[in-house]
């Protein structure tokens, strides 16, 4: 039982350069998020998907894409990595649909350096 | 937006209590509250919705005041395994569903 895979889990780029994290649930979730987290800060929102086929914004979504690729996978994708991109990015999911919260599982985290 | 928790960090010897505060702006609809140990990923601990529901199943207790817009968690007779960083999260109506979170707490649990 996986629960939620991310890969890559470091990376290291630089500037301009582009990447994908992917991130992938066993668990048959309706809802999946991309998060940032930087010291002192807690975790914002970049994207999310409340179910199969959509996508929203979150707190900070400047400089990412996504993609709900099926049920399963969700992707995030820095078209010109920048230095202030330099974060740990999680992904989660929870079994609950667009109209309720519930706990969020999250994934192990990719560590990101821009230089 | 960002709820502001408190304290930001505490040095507690195993046994002793601690409180962790959580303290909104806008009125919230649930806290959630989370741990994360170092290096690892956040790790669900309760939710407190409106009205008064509690959720969780760990041994470590929440309240939320809606009036006061705030949220506190309890951690009684701490344990080592207690250490890390608390979150909480908090959804507000016409939040569409998003969690915003605090800057964390630190926890440090000594011998």
């Known amino acids: 039982n996986a629960g939620v895979t991310q890969t890559p889990k470091f990376q290291v780029l630089k500037t301009g350069q582009s990447m994908t994290l992917q991130c992938a649930q066993d668990?048959?979730?309706?809802?999946m998020y991309w998060y940032r987290q930087d010291p002192g800060m807690g975790l914002r929102l970049i994207y999310y998907s409340a179910s199969e086929g959509t996508t929203d914004k979150g707190e900070v979504p400047n400089g990412y894409n996504v993609s709900r690729l099926n049920k399963r996978e969700f992707s995030l994708r820095l078209e010109s990595a920048a230095p202030s991109q330099t974060s740990v990015y999680f992904c989660a999911s929870t079994p609950w649909g667009p109209s309720n919260t519930g706990e969020l599982f999250f994934g192990e985290g990719s560590r990101l350096t821009v230089l | 937006q960002q709820p502001v928790q408190s304290p930001q960090a505490v040095i507690l010897r195993e046994g002793e209590d601690a409180v962790i505060n959580c303290s909104s702006s806008k009125a919230l609809y649930s806290v959630h509250w989370y741990r994360q140990k170092h290096g690892e990923a956040p790790v669900f601990l309760m939710i407190?919705?409106?009205g008064g529901e509690q959720k969780g199943h760990e041994k470590i207790s929440a309240s939320f005041n809606e009036k006061k817009q705030q949220s506190s968690l309890y951690l009684t007779a701490s344990q080592l395994s207690y250490s890390g960083t608390y979150f909480c999260g908090t959804e507000m109506r016409d939040s569409n569903y998003q969690l915003i979170w605090g800057a964390g707490t630190k926890l440090i649990i000594k011998p």
């Open positions: 407190l919705l409106k």
């Open positions: 668990m048959n979730h309706n809802s």
